[in-house]
Structure formats: C-alpha cells, structure tokens
C-alpha cells in the first residue's frame, strides 16, 4: 500500500517555539512535569536554552508564529533572562510580526511589578494557572497561592492585557458540583477571554497518588468529573464561549493559536530539559535532567532521543486530535493522505460510536457529539488501528 502520508502534518509557513522552563518555588500534589525547586542552575540553563536555540536554528523552515514559555514556572525568569532568551530568537529566526507569545504564570507571580515586567518584553498573551478560586482545593493541590491572590492577579493582568487564559481544575475530591459552578462563574465574571479546564488526574509517582493509597485523600470521582464537564459545557456555552477543543473555551479571536497549531499537526521545536519537538515525520524529546541537559548542551551535543513515525502512528494522531477539536475528522483527508483502506477502516470502527450518538457525521467528517465528548479518549482509542498495511 502506497504511503501517502510523507509529509502528514509538516505544513508549510510557520512553526512554533516551546521553551520548558524548569523551575517552581513549590511542588504541587498533583504535578508529574519535569521541574526543580532549586533555583541554583537558573542561569546556567537559561545559557543552555539560548544555545539549544541557536544548534537548531535551522532544523524547521518557515516563520516562527507561536512562541510559548511553559513550565515549571516560566514567570520565575527575570527581567535580563527573559530578554536573554527572546534576543537569542530574535537574532536567529524569523518571528512573524503577528506572532503569538505566550508566557504560563501563576498568581503569585503576578504583583504589579512583575506584570510591568511582562509588558516591557514581547509577551502578548497570558496563561495563568488559578486551577481553583477556593481556599479548600489550593490547599489540597500544594498550590503556592491562595484564594485572594487567584482573584486579585487577574483583575491586575486585565488592566494591562487583553488576551489572559486562565486554567482550572475540576473533578478535585470534595469539590461538589456547586462549588464548580461557583468557580466557573467567577472566572466568566472576570470576563476572561479563554478557560482551559481539566480534569484532575492521579499521575504514578505524585504525591497525591500517595495520600489517595494512604486514605489521606479521597479518590477522584469519574462520574463527579463527568458532571463537572457538562456543567463546564452549559455554563461556557451561555457565556458565549466556544469549545473549540475538549479542553478549551474562547471568544471569538482568542483562541489559542500555540494550542490549536498542535492539534492541527503543525511542526515545532522543544527548548529545554523534557520538552518535545515534531518536525512532521518524527518526534524528539530532550533529556528530562536538568544537570544532563546543561551539561550536554555545553558540549554542542543535543541531548534528545528521536522516534520515527510509522503511517499508522499519523493516522492514529489525527483521530485522537481530530476528534477532540471541533473541526473533527476529515474522512477526504484520511483517504487523501492515507489512503481509502484507511477511510474504510475508520467508518468501519465508528459504525457502533454512530448508532449510539457519540459520533455524528457531518457530509464528509467524523465529529464528537455533545452525549460522546467526556468519552472522547476512549472512542479515538477504538479507531486506532495497528498494522492495517
């Protein structure tokens, strides 16, 4: 069978830049990034991602469109490292002036000092993790910051910024379904233009995954997180807020362009200890070490593994994402890129998920329903396909 698929997902254009900063003053229960508490290495892995930056600078062709600083705690840099890193860009790609630069920050990090400090870089987006304005769940989540600093940091960044992303977390045992609604209409009252939302999940090796063996913590509930997301979807829709991803909620123009050029397959590059690179037919993945990555960096060595992607491995990415966004799957793009064994096949797996109304077929795509949407891993899952060749 004829692989259609060689350059799946390497559009032409633009690509997007992530840098993983890997600091945070404090660990959160819930988190299983790569991060340090320790900020002894700060400046010496800000020179190793300015140098990572300039080994790869002509590993992607194109304009950069998005450049995302996440973490860890990116709003942990300083004013010089900040300009450091964006100098280094600058100096060795081409940065379309339209450009999308998004900086991750937490609440406790946003004092007006800091956010005049935001404004005099080229950053023009942010994304700020309240994940809950309750006192009860930050403090069950180890989170650095408290419920009047959640409300304060966002009324302050508003006065500055227009396009403010503001992440929470549903599903948190002993949130009640009221609790939720009252989190949910805080942040539409604050008039914030995109919610993130996720589910809590228990990740091997955290410290929540311990105080949930020890009893010290309830389990998380997948049917009181399934409530939380229907009520997620009514209250957003009311709002006027689109979801244009499981996970993600805008108005109109404040979409998530760094986001949503990963759904769409676009290529990019991952500066820093874990982060992760896609050039459209591969996918590569740095050292997840901070002293490692320092080190090796130094030696003009990238320290990164790298995995070929078979058809199927394309195919699979593009129901899974697919699937979670609103624009669905393409059955002319499958067979165009795939061939038809591939379109058959997926109509095939999704004869079941059609009669029960977690799919729907709109002319030529494949869409998630409303009934189907919490269920959507599980239903790209059962149309992944191993060795169809």
């Known amino acids: 069978m004829e692989n259609n698929s060689e350059n799946?997902?390497?559009?032409?254009?633009?690509?997007?830049?992530?840098?993983?900063?890997?600091?945070?003053?404090?660990?959160?229960?819930?988190c299983d990034f790569h991060f340090s508490t320790s900020l002894k290495k700060k400046g010496e892995l800000v020179n190793a991602l300015c140098k990572e930056l300039v080994l790869r600078k002509d590993e992607l062709i194109g304009e950069v469109e998005t450049i995302y600083f996440g973490g860890g705690t990116p709003s942990l840099l300083s004013s010089e490292e900040m300009q450091q890193i964006f100098q280094t860009i600058y100096e060795n790609y081409k940065v379309s002036e339209n450009s999308e630069i998004t900086l991750e920050a937490n609440p406790d990090d946003i004092s007006k000092e800091q956010i005049h400090k935001f404004t005099n870089s080229r950053i023009n987006r942010l994304s700020i993790g309240i994940q809950s304005f309750f006192e009860e769940d930050l403090k069950l989540m180890n989170r650095a910051h408290d419920a009047t600093e959640a409300l304060e940091c966002i009324k302050?960044?508003?006065r500055y910024f227009e396009n403010i992303s503001i992440d929470l977390i549903y599903g948190i045992p002993g949130m009640s379904d009221k609790r939720w609604k009252e989190n949910l209409e805080i942040a539409l009252k604050l008039n914030v233009p995109h919610l993130s939302?996720?589910?809590?999940?228990?990740?091997?090796?955290?410290?929540?995954?311990?105080?949930?063996?020890k009893g010290i913590v309830p389990p998380v509930d997948e049917e009181s997180a399934k409530q939380h997301y229907e009520i997620l979807l009514t209250k957003t829709e009311e709002a006027g807020l689109e979801n244009y991803e499981f996970s993600n909620f805008g108005k109109p123009g404040f979409h998530s362009r760094n986001n949503t050029a990963y759904w769409e397959g676009k290529s990019y590059l991952g500066i820093g200890p874990s982060a992760h690179s896609y050039d459209g037919k591969s996918r590569s993945w740095n050292v997840a070490n901070n002293t490692k990555y320092i080190k090796s960096i130094e030696e003009e060595i990238l320290p990164s593994e790298?995995?070929?992607?078979?058809k199927e491995d394309k195919y699979n990415e593009?129901?899974?994402?697919?699937?979670?966004?609103?624009?669905?799957?393409?059955?002319?793009?499958?067979?165009?890129?795939?061939?038809?064994?591939?379109?058959?096949?997926?109509?095939?797996q999704a004869e079941i998920h059609l009669q029960n109304e977690l799919?729907?077929?709109?002319?030529?795509?494949?869409?998630?329903?409303?009934?189907?949407?919490f269920l959507s891993d599980g239903i790209a899952a059962d149309l992944f396909l191993v060795n169809l060749d």
Request: proline fraction near 2%.
């Open 8 to 30: 799946f997902g390497n559009k032409n254009g633009g690509f997007g830049i992530y840098i993983h900063i890997p600091f945070c003053k404090q660990a959160c229960h819930y």
């Open 156 to 158: 302050e960044a508003k």
């Open 197 to 213: 939302c996720y589910a809590l999940t228990v990740e091997p090796k955290t410290a929540l995954k311990k105080f949930i063996e």
């Open 306 to 310: 790298t995995e070929m992607l078979s």
């Open 318 to 348: 593009y129901v899974m994402t697919g699937l979670r966004t609103k624009k669905g799957i393409s059955l002319e793009k499958v067979e165009s890129e795939f061939g038809k064994d591939y379109s058959e096949y997926l109509l095939k």
């Open 359 to 373: 799919l729907t077929q709109e002319n030529q795509t494949l869409k998630i329903s409303k009934k189907g949407k």
